[in-house]
């Protein structure tokens, strides 16, 4: 349970914002909260409002900046996309694509383990990753897959100019149709005996090779 002061500052900074309170009892509450770890407050919010491509294209644009693009293939796992989302923030990419199906959305984990981030991110979800390829590939973007049986290391691989870098699900890495349709491969070295790692360190990785080469 928070604190009278906490709880408190929270009330006033409802009251700046012009946010309406409702005061539940216990069992009221527990019905409404999803983890039963609401510390005696919950806040109701809209549904996270997803974007078009177009419009990530034209912050990069606004920025005058070579568009910096992720594209989730496949992840499920909300923790994952939240650490990414997060990293993707820290390092200035434009925005996030990801699918309708088979693919886990921005819910209340994602915006908890992503700090915060998903606020300030742009993110697309798109029905068919196909055709948001191609159609990115005729705005101007290179698309880069990460893939174990690549031939090129991600350190070697010019990640300057317009790109599209595509990041695997946890489990079975990029679908077969969309390994087809990228433009280049690369892969994270692996020297182990545990031949892949978790997507949000896999991006993590790659982004951060990114934004050394485009300094």
């Not at 604190?3 to 309170?21: D, F, H, Q, T, W």
């Not at 009892?25 to 039963?36: A, G, P």
Request: contains cysteine; positive net charge; aromatic residues 6%.
């Amino acid at each position: 349970m928070k604190s009278i002061g906490s709880i408190n500052r929270i009330i006033g900074l409802a009251k700046e914002n012009k946010i309406v309170m409702v005061e539940k009892d216990k069992k009221q509450m527990d019905e409404i909260s999803q983890t039963k770890n609401y510390q005696g407050v919950i806040a109701i919010v809209p549904p996270f409002e997803y974007c078009e491509i177009d419009d990530i294209i034209n912050i990069a644009k606004e920025k005058n900046e070579d568009p910096f693009i992720l594209i989730l293939d496949g992840i499920e796992d909300p923790h994952n996309l939240g650490s990414i989302i997060r990293t993707a923030e820290t390092a200035g990419v434009h925005g996030i694509i990801i699918p309708k199906r088979r693919a886990v959305g921005v819910n209340s984990t994602v915006n908890k383990v992503s700090a915060g981030a998903v606020q300030h991110m742009k993110i697309s979800r798109v029905t068919n990753l196909i055709e948001t390829i191609k159609y990115l590939k005729k705005s101007g973007l290179w698309i880069i897959g990460t893939d174990i049986e690549a031939k090129t290391y991600y350190y070697n691989q010019d990640l300057t100019g317009p790109i599209c870098i595509v990041i695997g699900s946890e489990g079975y890495g990029m679908s077969r149709l969309v390994k087809e349709n990228t433009d280049i491969l690369i892969k994270i070295p692996m020297k182990g005996k545990i031949t892949s790692l978790n997507a949000s360190v896999s991006a993590g990785i790659v982004i951060y090779e990114a934004v050394k080469q485009r300094k």
